[in-house]
């Protein structure tokens, strides 16, 4: 690319990762749990940063009541934690130390009893009047729990050490007619200690206090901001979790307000692209936001900034690009790509040749966070994110961990991104879209056949040339096999709420992550191509894939009215 197109990632050396720093130290002082009154709290400074820096939001309400839907998700409950205490083996846990010790949606409860340890289906039989600990699966477990008879429930996650994991039960308004029980999460310290116990025959008793507010409803709030004039860039981040979650996602959040700040400074009318903001809870936040208030097409396309300050201690971690599904192809991806490995360079190899500075790679489209949600409706949605991170979803998740190498990389590449596509010539942006669909089939065709993915690449690049006014690609027919009804993320809830047999075998075939990650994929695929063909293009993109499996999905999301055949 020569010169040209690096002139972006200097001028997006005023990107400030100190302010992003000073942000994420503020937001992870809020305990954002969906449904509790700090969420609307942490909201609220965000919106104060934002007028500081004289932009103008617009904050919508919509309501945790346990009831309402948004698209596919049904609300949880409007939950606030007071107080909790965990005594076991003589050691005593309260929510002082760490709001975590108590699940997320926990009912309260006063209770003392026997320990037992669940690792086999037929040892609920005797889960009667006993506290039970379980250490995976545990929203299932928790039902579970309270269906044998149990009277307290206490949860661990594998590889979290003396942290305390978050595990949130998401309880609607029906589900407290069953869920009955206090639900505690305690380290994987101390319930190997306990297991080692129970093994050895020792009777252990467990006392557990949980004291919450359940509410009518709580505030869900949706933060919107815009500079410039439509159409849009779309920056996304999602604003809930437990204290602290600094990377998790206090990171996007504070990324996002210092994104927000730079481009109102750089902003002129002569962009091609304005610029929009959105701080949401996940998933029930952007499904929400793009069932009651998103004119959708006004954003070209959708970045979504999610646990991006992660790396250094965080060992293993890598900066990871999830790029756009095949079926909402975009150079979008290609560009991001480029800044992240331009502002990911340092040092010198023996030539004289940049080095990375953090692991790096880009990954095929993945399911997991709030730009799922704009790839189902049409828009380009990419993800920059690091992992894996050994403190995710645990009370070590704190600021002082978080990696400002992470940070800087990240948030100068997503601005060069921004900036590269809002002012940029047709020439090189042309040059690019080229460049990079080279690349991209390039990589598919090293391992397989290509012929489906040629033609969405085309259908993608048709999409970016009307935003970009550029000539790349060209527009095939539609030929939809499948109408996606229900649209949104594929819950197990929502397959329950409407029949709890099919949720089984759902629930059984979609045990595998990647496995609702092709389900999803394929039902974008499945509004553009016949039934061969949308198959053939979900292998191009993933390689193996389960057909079996997936035409067995389709027929229960047929069953229960998700989707219907055209």
């Known amino acids: 690319m020569g010169m040209s197109m690096r002139r972006f990632l200097k001028e997006a050396d005023v990107f400030d990762s100190s302010m992003v720093l000073h942000n994420i130290a503020e937001i992870s002082q809020f305990h954002r749990i969906q449904g509790s009154k700090e969420l609307p709290e942490a909201v609220r400074f965000i919106r104060e940063e934002l007028r500081i820096w004289g932009i103008s939001s617009n904050l919508y309400e919509e309501f945790y009541d346990g009831k309402t839907w948004f698209l596919t998700l049904k609300s949880p409950i409007a939950w606030d934690l007071v107080h909790g205490r965990v005594e076991v083996l003589g050691e005593t846990l309260t929510t002082s130390l760490s709001p975590l010790i108590v699940m997320a949606h926990s009912p309260g409860g006063k209770v003392k009893g026997e320990v037992i340890h669940i690792t086999r289906e037929e040892e609920w039989n005797n889960a009667g009047g006993k506290v039970v600990l379980v250490g995976k699966e545990w929203r299932e477990a928790y039902r579970k729990a309270n269906e044998a008879g149990a009277i307290g429930f206490m949860a661990y996650r594998e590889g979290t050490g003396e942290a305390i994991p978050y595990i949130g039960l998401f309880l609607t308004g029906d589900d407290l007619e069953w869920a009955k029980i206090p639900a505690v999460a305690i380290p994987e310290s101390l319930a190997k200690m306990l297991i080692d116990r129970l093994n050895s025959g020792e009777a252990v008793e467990a006392r557990i206090e949980v004291t919450v507010q359940i509410n009518e409803r ?75 208030y998103a004119q959708l097409e006004r954003y070209y396309t959708v970045i979504n900034l999610d646990m991006v300050a992660g790396s250094e201690d965080r060992a293993g971690s890598t900066t990871m690009l999830v790029r756009t599904p095949l079926s909402r192809f975009s150079v979008v991806s290609g560009l991001l790509e480029y800044f ?83 002012k940029a010539t047709e020439d090189e942006l042309e040059r690019f879209a080229r460049g990079y669909t080279l690349k991209y089939l390039g990589e598919l065709s090293l391992e397989r056949d290509a012929k489906n993915a040629e033609r969405l690449v085309m259908m993608g690049l048709a999409r970016d040339s009307r935003f970009l006014d550029i000539e790349v690609g060209h527009s095939f027919e539609r030929k939809p096999w499948m109408h996606w009804v229900r649209k949104g993320i594929i819950s197990g809830e929502l397959v329950r709420e409407i029949d709890r047999k099919a949720y089984e075998e759902f629930r059984e075939l979609t045990r595998d992550r990647k496995m609702l990650t092709h389900l999803h994929e394929l039902l974008m695929l499945s509004e553009l191509l016949p039934r061969d063909d949308a198959f053939g293009a979900l292998e191009e993109e993933f390689g193996d894939i389960n057909r079996g499996k997936l035409e067995r999905l389709l027929e229960i999301l047929g069953g229960v009215g998700v989707v219907k055949e055209v």
């Open 218 to 292: 709580q505030v869900l709030p949706i933060l919107y901001a815009e500079i410039g004039n439509a159409p849009f860039i779309l920056f996304t981040a999602h604003i809930c979790h437990p204290r602290p979650g600094a990377n998790d996602n206090a990171s996007g959040s504070a990324m996002l307000i210092e994104l927000a700040r730079v481009l109102k400074g750089l902003y002129d009318d002569s962009f091609r692209f304005g610029f929009a903001f959105l701080w949401i809870p996940e998933y029930y936040g952007s499904q929400a936001f793009v069932e009651r």
């Open 340 to 422: 992240l490995e331009l502002a990911n360079g340092k040092g010198g190899s023996f030539s004289g040749n940049p080095l990375p500075r953090l692991k790096f790679r880009s990954y095929p489209y993945e399911l997991g966070s709030d730009h799922d949600v704009f790839n189902f409706f049409g828009i380009p949605s990419v993800m920059p994110i690091t992992w894996p991170d050994r403190f995710y979803h645990s009370s070590e998740d704190t600021v002082e961990k978080v990696s400002k190498a992470s940070i800087e990389v990240i948030g100068k590449a997503v601005l060069a991104t921004a900036l590269a596509l809002a």
